[in-house]
């Protein structure tokens, strides 16, 4: 079963940090370009950051540069997002898509809906003093 699955959301105070997780089971990363999306409430969702096929190329919003950082684990088939200095409007359900068309650029474009896209059920993020 193709299957992602993120973990390491909670409760933060402002400055602090998470490391979000996306494990897959069924479908190599790998082959695929990869993304972290957030959705705040009220707000339609956004793109965080985005990684290349190769995995050569990372790219992430301006509101996030300098704080977050993704990374791939090919051996282990998962995916991070390295989250410092956290501020409340992070807030959000982060939720991790492996792409099959997608070009990864620096405004990291919520991708077009394609039916060999993978995406997980997200994890809820929340900075709050």
């Known amino acids: 079963q193709l299957q992602l699955v993120e973990s390491g959301g909670g409760l933060v105070q402002p400055g602090g940090s998470l490391r979000l997780s996306c494990a897959a089971s069924?479908?190599?990363?790998?082959?695929?370009?990869v993304g972290w999306f957030r959705r705040a409430p009220g707000e339609e969702r956004e793109g965080v950051s985005c990684m290349s096929l190769s995995g050569m190329t990372t790219h992430y919003v301006d509101s996030v540069k300098g704080r977050f950082t993704m990374s791939r684990d090919n051996a282990k088939n998962t995916v991070y997002l390295q989250m410092n200095s956290l501020k409340p409007e992070d807030t959000a359900v982060y939720s991790c898509a492996a792409l099959d068309s997608y070009y990864c650029s620096g405004d990291v474009l919520l991708p077009d809906p394609n039916e060999n896209d993978h995406w997980g059920q997200g994890t809820q993020v929340t900075v709050s003093s």
């Open positions: 069924g479908l190599t990363l790998a082959h695929y370009n």
